[in-house]
């Protein structure tokens, strides 16, 4: 099963993601968490797409694709996998369809902007894994640490309010059209993303359908 998971900044990608992870026994490929991975470990392409991503910037196209097609060739991918972040573009999207990456089914999780503001101030990442929590909707077990590998857990450098209302301005602009894209190819789903995280994931198996 190869799924990509579309939305808004804060919809829910990253927190869904790991959970169908789980139940479809496939990696995620979270092009955010990468990207962040490179920024803290110095590497070219971190350096490159640090000032994008500190702007709420779009990362450029050529080297989001490039990071995807080397990881979709990773042998722990051959049984399918979740994409995560990505596609953001259209361009993106055609890279995909051209590299003969074709896609199972897409959902897009659906959130109004206001509800995805008061959120992301209470989102907390692992500095290690990348796991999303929420300070009140999904708390970590024990403040501050990551429940999954026992790192710390650390505010994103571009969950300010000025940043994520500058996401969610690229995502209307430049993200939201995938849908079309994908629903012309007839294979987008939409689902319900303002409720609660285990609704939201019922929601996703049942639109892919996947008996939990
Ligand atoms: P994305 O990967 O789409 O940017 P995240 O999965 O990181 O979004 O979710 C953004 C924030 O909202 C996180 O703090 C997460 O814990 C929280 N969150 C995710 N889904 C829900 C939900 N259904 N209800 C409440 N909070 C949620
Ligand atoms: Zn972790």
């Known amino acids: 099963m190869k799924l990509i998971l579309l939305g808004a900044p804060g919809a829910g990608k990253g927190t869904q993601a790991e959970r169908i992870a789980k139940v479809l026994n496939v990696p995620t490929i979270s092009t955010g968490n990468i ?52 596609p953001r573009t259209i361009p993106q999207a055609q890279a995909l369809e051209a590299k003969g990456i074709c896609m199972d089914a897409v959902v897009s999780i659906e959130i109004e902007d206001a509800v995805i503001e008061s959120r992301m101030t209470g989102r907390r990442v692992c500095s290690g894994c990348g796991a999303s929590y929420h300070i009140s909707a999904n708390p970590s077990k024990v403040e501050g640490i990551c429940d999954t590998c026992g790192k710390e857990l650390i505010i994103r450098k571009d969950d300010t309010p000025e940043t994520v209302k500058n996401r969610l301005r690229v995502f209307h602009a430049e993200t939201e059209a995938l849908k079309d894209f994908y629903a012309s190819l007839g294979r987008l789903k939409l689902v319900d993303g303002d409720q609660d995280i285990d609704d939201v994931t019922r929601e996703i198996l049942t639109a892919i359908g996947v008996e939990a």
């Open 35 to 86: 990207l962040r991975e490179a920024i803290r470990n110095g590497t070219e392409i971190g350096l490159k797409a640090k000032a994008f991503m500190d702007k709420g910037a779009l990362v450029p196209d050529e080297v989001i694709i490039g990071i995807v097609a080397e990881r979709v060739a990773q042998p722990d991918c051959a049984g399918g996998y979740i994409l995560d972040g990505m």
